[in-house]
DNA sequence: CGCGGAGACCTTTTT
DNA sequence: GGTCTCCGCG
């Protein structure tokens, strides 16, 4: 498709007040955004009073990447305000952050870093007690989903975990204390992120960003949680120039307290145009009619007429397949296959329900030499040696960073949890000693055997703290100094490991600043994923494997959606009550929209749980699909596999 | 108080 | 298969 469609156009050219477009998969929604955004600026629009903003990472990058196509002028585009609610707060956060009580400087908690705070809190303040406190894990999720759902505590865990309700007033303490914690060491955490921008907005709303934003554009509107939404209406009280895109059938957040909701809300709150866009533009209709058919069994879907502008293509397969070793060999050969017919990689994904479906497929695609890029998988910034050595660069950027400062001052021998503890808390006390350890109250509390360990400590954070130093610097002096023993020490992959390290290095010569860095990485880096195959690089030719949650706004002519098994998906957490089915539902409509041409869909019978081998049934989303839509086929060998399976049950043998 | 080993426990999806 | 927790030794 080059140009717009009329339906399209009209909305590009809907100049003033709110707008609600409600669009079906593969109808080219961020398509009307980008261009929107390209009109708009073409009639004068100044770039910087333009806001562009979406829920995830992928769909920020791919909004951003299609208005560059749009729209000539690089400044005109770096002009533009885009990116995640995530980033955006971020953003406006660092230069309010003292309004809120804390420094410019603050640090971002991730998922990990925030459980180790919660740790924290609960090791100071919930004496050990007779009875099992829930893991730090348990009670940070808890906190988050109450904050995502916008309930207090207290009805976050009447509602969804009566069993805890016996810890009611020692959860609530904690949370005071999670708080606290928070604001002591400079930090936020993801939900404080928004909370805080949030009330800014509320409470000073002559800030720069509110004033300025005069057209505000949503993506994925249908992923917005009440937080958010309510950050988007505050944004647009002003100027009232909000248009929201989103598509119900595609809400696929409501795990995380997103509320399809807010779409239907938007009409009574705003008031405005509601249009429509209902032409498919991606997918084939033999793709359509199987995404129609498995969403019609979503009794809380709102009817959508989705029809495609395509001709009539190949059927969407089906094939049933043993385990995933044999799903893995079967996706790779008709990978080779299609690339014969020359359809370059790129043009062909992977999609599953979680990361661990991925690992087989991956080593047989290393096997066999298919270069591949992984979107979601194994969290690259998220390990262990990375995360080490990140640490020193987050207490030269804010000192104040307690959970950086424990993991830097634990990896000296001799040094556990209780003396780094003990260590940080006079270093905190002595704020003006800031940066220097090598100082007599600190070294007092050193332990003997750690002695000269925290001398090179000492050497190695001045060296970062000196005017000038890149944060690849930073990275390559940490490695080649202080870290290097210790991670051949500890390691047994020492040598991969380090080459890990230097590609961070790497990565971060695009940032000049701490500041900048540390953000990407806290942000966008931790679902960055390094590409395994080494050479990719550049534009050279790869598969892309990815969750079916990051493929949201994605499509390739070739899709394979793996793990079609009763208990993978839908998750057997799923199951219950009929809302997480329906959602999980929609999340099979996702990954199947995502597909232009050809459509494989696989189907194992025995899959892994708890470390054992299960047979399980077909997932109910291919089942309940009718006969015409796919063409059923086994894979070779298996026509016997199912009696042969269950007499290896009853033996309980481990295959 | 650090540290290593043994055992329990869970392993959805994202910022 | 990997992480988190607990326990006992030095």
């Known amino acids: 498709m080059t140009s717009l469609n009329p339906s399209q156009q009209q909305i590009v050219e809907h100049m003033e007040g709110p707008a609600l477009v409600i669009a079906g998969a593969g109808s080219g929604k961020t398509r009307v955004i980008t261009h929107r955004v390209a009109h708009l600026i073409e009639k004068g629009i100044p770039p910087s009073s333009i806001m562009m903003v979406t829920f995830t990472n992928k769909s920020a990058e791919e909004m951003l990447r299609r208005a560059e196509g749009l729209i000539a002028k690089r400044e005109q585009i770096n002009q533009i305000v885009s990116g995640t609610f995530h980033s955006l707060a971020n953003r406006f956060l660092r230069r309010y952050a003292p309004l809120v009580g804390h420094e410019h400087n603050f640090s971002i908690l991730d998922e990990e870093d925030s459980r180790d705070v919660v740790r924290a809190a609960i090791a100071e303040c919930i004496s050990k007690s007779e009875r099992k406190f829930p893991t730090a894990a348990v009670v940070r999720n808890l906190f988050s989903m109450a904050f995502n ?94 248009m929201v895109v989103g598509d119900d059938a595609q809400s696929i957040y409501g795990w995380r307290g997103a509320n399809f909701a807010n779409i239907l809300r938007f009409p009574d709150r705003f008031g405005g145009e509601v249009y429509r866009l209902e032409e498919n533009y991606r997918s084939t209709p033999n793709i359509l009619a199987l995404a129609n058919c498995s969403i019609n069994n979503n009794t809380a879907q709102f009817v959508k ?52 479906q991925s690992a087989v497929l991956q080593l047989r695609l290393t096997e066999r030499g298919i270069p591949f890029m ?42 556990g949890n209780t003396t780094a503890q003990r260590i940080f808390r006079i270093f905190r006390e002595q704020q003006a000693v800031r940066l220097s350890p090598d100082n007599e109250a600190l070294t007092k509390a050193v332990p003997a055997k750690a002695r000269e360990d925290w001398l090179r400590l000492a050497e190695t954070l001045k ?76 534009d050279e030719d790869y598969l892309t494997l990815t969750t079916i949650h990051q493929a949201k706004g994605l499509e390739w002519d ?49 899959t892994f ?38 007499r290896r049950r009853e033996l309980s043998v481990d295959f």
């Open 558 to 606: 070739v899709v394979f959606l793996l793990g079609l098994a009763e208990g993978q998906f839908p998750h057997a957490r799923c199951l219950e009550p009929p809302e997480r089915l329906e959602e999980e539902r929609r999340l099979f409509y996702v990954g199947v929209t995502r597909c232009k041409r050809y459509l494989e869909i696989y189907v194992p019978l025995v």
């Open 609 to 646: 749980h708890n470390g054992m081998s299960e047979i399980c049934r077909a997932s109910r989303f291919v089942e309940e699909l009718p006969e015409h839509v796919v063409e059923v086929t086994k894979a070779v060998g298996l026509e016997n596999l199912q009696s042969r399976v269950s």
């Open 149 to 242: 759902k916008n309930v207090p505590i207290a009805q976050q865990v009447e509602k969804e975990s009566p069993w805890l309700m016996d810890f009611l007033g020692e959860l609530e303490a904690l949370h005071t204390a999670y708080g606290k914690k928070k604001r002591e060491n400079n930090a936020m955490d993801f939900d404080d992120l928004l909370a805080n921008w949030h009330l800014l907005l509320t409470t000073k709303p002559d800030l720069e960003l509110a004033g300025r934003i005069r057209f505000i554009m949503v993506d994925e509107y249908q992923d917005t949680n009440s937080v958010q939404a309510e950050i988007v209406e505050l944004l647009a009280r002003q100027h009232r120039n909000l």
């Open 463 to 538: 060296a970062l703290i000196r005017e000038g130093v890149t944060p690849t610097e930073m990275i390559d002096t940490v490695r080649q100094g202080f870290y290097h023993d210790r991670l051949y020490s500890s390691f047994d992959n020492a040598g991969e490991r380090e080459a890990e390290l230097k590609y961070l290095g790497e990565f971060a010569q695009k940032y000049r600043s701490l500041e900048r860095f540390l953000g990407q990485l806290a942000l966008v880096g931790s679902t960055v994923v390094r590409d395994y195959d080494e050479e990719t690089q550049g």
């Open 374 to 415: 992984v979107r979601s998988g194994i969290k690259f910034f998220e390990q262990a040696h990375i995360k080490d050595v990140v640490a020193f660069l987050k207490v030269v950027f804010n000192p104040l960073d307690e959970i950086a400062w424990l993991r830097i001052l634990k990896m000296l021998p001799g040094i």
């Open 305 to 356: 007429n989705l029809y495609s502008v395509k001709p009539e293509m190949e059927i969407p397969r089906v094939v049933h397949v043993y385990d995933q070793q044999q799903e893995a060999d079967l996706v790779t050969d008709q990978i080779l296959y299609y690339a014969d017919q020359d359809i370059p990689l790129r043009h062909m994904g992977v999609l599953y329900r979680n990361h661990m």
